[in-house]
Structure formats: C-alpha cells, structure tokens
C-alpha cells in the first residue's frame, strides 16, 4: 500500500492535468455537430493506454461512434480483468445554470466542476493510472484488456453487436467497472444491484396547425392540455404506476432483504436538505432507498409544446411532446415494457387526436451476486484502502449493456464505483471530489492483487 500511495502522491498534479485535458473534449454522443469531437477523445484514451503500457490499443469502428480497445497481456495463465468504461458525456443544457464554463473543470471546495468530471471520465481515467501505476512499479499480477465506448449515454446501441463480433477479443474472467457511486466518503459500498430502463418519446397532434387561443380557445382540444392529463394518468394516488401489466414480472423482494437495506446509513432530513425539498414523493408503502433502488419508476424527462419564446404569444399549439423514462428492477423486460406503455398510451388519448410514440434506447437490470471471487477482491480492496468494509446497495441508476455483457460474453461484472450521489451527474455542475479521484487510483490496484488471490 506504501508504494501505491507514494507513487499517486509523486504523480497527483500530472495526473489532474492529464484528466482536464480529457475532460476539456466536449465528447457529447448526443449531438451531432460533436462528431469529431468523439473521434478526438477516443484517439486521447487510446494514446493514454499506450502510453500507461499497454501491449496493444485502438480505435476499433463500430456501426455507431468508435470503441477504445486495449492489453496488456501479462501471462495466459493469469486471471484476466475486462475494464469498461465510457468515453462520452450528458448535454450541457442548461448553460446559464453552470457556474462555470462545463468542459473547462474547475477545482472549487475540493472537488473538479466540470461534464464528465464524474460521469465518466473521471472514473475511467482512474483505471487508466492505476494501471500505468502497476506497470511502472512492476506490480500488475492480471491481464488487463480495455474496452471503452462512446455511446453509453445514448444507450450503447452498437456495444452489444460489437461485443458479439469480438467475443474472442475480449474473454475475460470479470469486467471491472467504475461508473456507480458509493454512500459517502466515509461510508464506502459497492453496488450489487442496478434498474433497467425504457425511454420513449410521445408526440400528441390536435388541429393541423397552431391556433389563435382567443378564437378556437374551449372549442378545440389543446395537445398541451391533453398531453399534461394522459401523463398525469400514468400514476396514481399512490404513486403506482397504472399501465396494465407493468408490474407484472416485478419480483417482491423479501422482508429480510429489505431489512438488510434499511440497515445502510440513510438521513431523509439530510437528503431532502441537500436538495431543497420540503417533501419526498414516492410509490406507498416503500422507504425512500427502496424507491430507488428495488421499485420500478416512471417519470417525464422533458416536455414542450407552443410558444415558450419571451413574452406572450397566445397560441393553442398543434403538438404537444414528452420524453418519458421507466426505470425498471431486474425480471423486467425493456422490450415487453416499451410495447406495453405504446399500447396504454395510444388507448387512453382523447378522441379528435393523433399519437405517435417511439423508443428511443432502454435495456434491462441487472444484479451482481456478493458470493464470487471479484465481489470479495472488491470488498477486500476498500476495506484495505477506505479502512471500513464496504456496505451492499442496489442502484436506481442503469448502465443497460452491464446485462449485455453477461448474455453475450458470459462474464459477469462487478461494479466497485468511487463517485457520490452529490455530484450533480447529469446536471448543470457535475463535479467530482479530488479525494475519491485519488483514492480510487490507489484502490484498484488492490483490486487486481486481490482478484489473483480469490481466483487462485
């Protein structure tokens, strides 16, 4: 561990900068004027692998935007580690809420501010020291192989066919990935559970073009209006979500499970402080943890219709649209839930309207059992490094081709993550602790020591 810590603290500034000049590449998979920009940041972590030791790297084309792929082949007979980790970030929107400029990070109170500073750059470049640091001080005991996307945040819709085209490539005996969080800085976990996801778009059409409210006002149905009370049917009074058969593969988790859970450190006072908010809402009957982390969720991710310019523009609009996502438990099939929300959406719209409804990316749950060799190297690695033994939780989080991997490459994955959930992923002014940077640099590598030793 001496060497470890020695070697971060000798190499802390070049390392930070090396991570700002990642993090500067605006590598955002979602629009396309970014293009060049994904292009640019998969040639920065190829580099950076070659120049950490790696054997071998490239930027292997996809039918979607490039995969990093890297080795470092130490010995065939050595465990093998497949790490993954993402290349490609959220939307900035909105700007003016940034404090400042989103991909030139910014160190304020400890923590790097900045897109992607957690998610997931910083993580992902953590794997990347750590394993420059093993080969520099001679103490990497596994193979290593690399496979960095850049399409997660879209939902990784060229990775599987990838991973189905190199199954050879890329065997594995785990794949390592830090793209979770954990309780707290002092309270450290490792994430055994994550939700699935369903994500569409709906479009509501009314009259064939916009109208004058004053004229045609209380005559005509407003998609705007119409949209707002079919959402609004989604759930009932208990926050229970009402679309015919959604709950129908949901599997109850047990009364002790749930009891394990409550037994994780959990302040609602705290939690509704740091976010503002008087109040939780959530499905009856579940605490706030359970919520996130064992019940399926369905919530509105944007919506917009008629003149929302400066001023007023009296107009009732023609279309009415929402983007909506189901979060979704393991058992639960993306698929099956996208064709049953099309289904209930079309059948409760109003007469006199025209519904569209699309998919745009989803992907199931998945669980990592606590009963193999790299979940105990990954609770033995923080406990070593964080001096505590890390706590089980189940995310509300995804990461859909995490289940992916396991149906097409057989591997299962652990999921030792180092961010928090305070670090605004997603939002205007994500950020990143500096302390959760480094340490997950000197944890990894315990990881490796310990994953050799569980699967001896």
């Known amino acids: 561990m001496e060497t470890i810590k020695n070697y971060v603290e000798e190499n802390r500034k070049r390392f930070l900068d090396e991570l700002f000049d990642l993090i500067r590449i605006p590598s955002i998979s979602a629009k396309v004027e970014n293009e060049d920009d994904m292009y640019t940041t998969a040639a920065f972590i190829k580099d950076a692998l070659i120049e950490a030791g790696a054997d071998h ?31 490609d970030v959220q ?57 960095i996307e850049g399409e997660e945040e879209i939902g990784s819709p060229s990775l599987k066919e990838f991973c189905q085209k190199n199954k050879d490539l890329l065997k594995a005996d785990v794949i390592l990935i830090s793209d979770t969080t954990m309780i707290s800085q002092d309270i450290p976990s490792i994430t055994v559970g994550l939700r699935g996801l369903s994500f569409l778009e709906v479009e509501v059409t009314g009259p064939n073009r916009d109208l004058h409210s004053g004229l045609y ?5 407003n998609p705007a209006n119409l949209l707002a009370k079919m959402i609004a049917s989604l759930t009932d009074e208990n926050n229970h979500i009402t679309i015919p058969g959604f709950y129908d593969d949901v599997m109850e988790v047990s009364d002790g499970e749930r009891a394990e859970m409550a037994k994780a450190p959990f302040s609602l006072d705290d939690y509704k402080q740091a976010l503002d908010i008087n109040e939780v809402v959530g499905e009856k009957g579940f605490a706030t943890n359970e919520r996130t982390g064992i019940r399926p969720s369905l919530d509105v991710n ?16 023609s279309k009415a649209h929402a983007k909506i996502s189901m979060r979704l438990v393991p058992n639960q099939d993306s698929k099956k839930i996208d064709e049953l929300f099309i289904n209930h959406f079309r059948r409760i719209a109003p007469e006199g309207t025209k519904v569209e409804v699309k998919s745009l990316h989803g992907g199931q749950g998945y669980g990592t059992p606590v009963d193999f060799p790299a979940y105990r190297a990954a609770s033995r690695a923080i406990e070593v490094s964080f001096g505590k033994q890390p706590i089980p939780v189940r995310s509300g989080g995804s990461i859909p081709i995490v289940s992916d991997f396991e149906e097409v490459l057989g591997i299962k994955s652990i999921l030792m993550g180092f961010g928090l959930d305070s670090d605004a992923i997603h939002s205007p002014n994500e950020n990143y602790p500096l302390f959760n940077f480094y340490k997950g640099i000197e944890t990894i590598p315990l990881f490796y020591r310990f994953f050799a030793e569980e699967m001896k």
């Open 57 to 87: 790297a490239e930027v292997k084309e996809t039918s979607g935007f490039p995969v990093v792929y890297g080795h470092k082949i130490v010995d065939e007979a050595l465990p093998t580690v497949l790490v993954y980790g993402h290349y």
């Open 91 to 147: 939307p900035v929107e909105p700007l003016d809420l940034w404090e400042s400029p989103p991909f030139e990070p910014e160190i304020r109170d400890g923590k790097i501010y900045a897109r992607g500073a957690d998610d997931d750059k910083g993580q992902l470049y953590m794997h990347v020291k750590a394993f420059e640091l093993m080969n520099r001080t001679g103490s990497l005991n596994c193979n290593v192989k690399f496979m």
């Open 217 to 221: 006002g209380g005559a005509v149905g």
């Open 302 to 317: 944007g919506i917009w219709s008629g003149y929302t310019g400066e001023g007023a523009k009296t107009v009732l609009p």
